[in-house]
């Protein structure tokens, strides 16, 4: 009995301290864009882009976020799901993108000065059960990111933690439409 409980300690142990990854955050070369919302605190500057303010349902909706590290230190460690940094996005109280995040534990270092961007993605579920399920399938399979007609609000925001324990959840909000 007992080495069948050291055997699942053990199994435990290696499950757990290999799902851990330390990571160098590869910074992108930003686009030109224009700037709709920002947000900051003493170590880290959020901001959100988009092309424009409205855009028809024939057309790719070019929404993105950095983020940047400011704080006094060359650099920073921060631990996180993946990725660190999403997006929210609905309309009239339908949730069309959540920001879901893998749960294993990830370290990546964001260097002082250096811009990390992320790209709106399409992400979130249905149930193919649902009435709609065939308009969220389609949703979903579309590769571009099209929206249907409507008045959209969008979340980009953080979440993750660094060596003293503090949660960073900075965010920002912004409005589109698509017509």
């Known amino acids: 009995m007992k080495r069948k409980t050291y055997l699942i300690l ?4 290696f499950l757990t301290l290999s799902s851990c990854q330390k990571e160098e955050a590869i910074p992108t070369i930003i686009r030109e864009g224009r700037q709709v919302a920002e947000s900051f605190d003493d170590n880290f500057i959020i901001i959100l882009y988009s092309e424009k303010d409205s855009y028809s349902n024939l057309e ?3 929404l993105w976020g950095t983020i940047q590290y400011i704080g006094s230190e060359d650099s920073i ?16 109280g339908v949730m069309f993108i959540s920001f879901f995040r893998l749960t294993l534990l ?8 250096e811009v990390y961007e992320f790209p709106l993605r399409k992400s979130g579920g249905f149930s193919e059960d649902a009435e709609d399920a065939d308009f969220w399938r389609d ?4 590769e571009r990111m099209l929206f249907p007609i409507g008045e959209y609000q969008v979340t980009f925001y953080t979440d993750f933690y660094t060596d003293n324990d ?10 589109f439409e698509v017509e």
């Not at 503090?166 to 409005?175: A, C, K, R």
């Open 106 to 113: 990830k370290t990546t270092t964001l260097n002082k000065g």
């Open 139 to 142: 949703f979903y399979t579309e």
């Open 77 to 92: 460690d921060i631990y996180s799901g993946e990725p660190y940094a999403g997006f929210d996005v609905e309309s009239e």
């Open 166 to 175: 503090t949660d960073i959840t900075l965010s920002t909000e912004y409005q």
């Open 60 to 62: 790719e909706v070019n």
């Open 10 to 13: 053990m199994l435990f142990l």
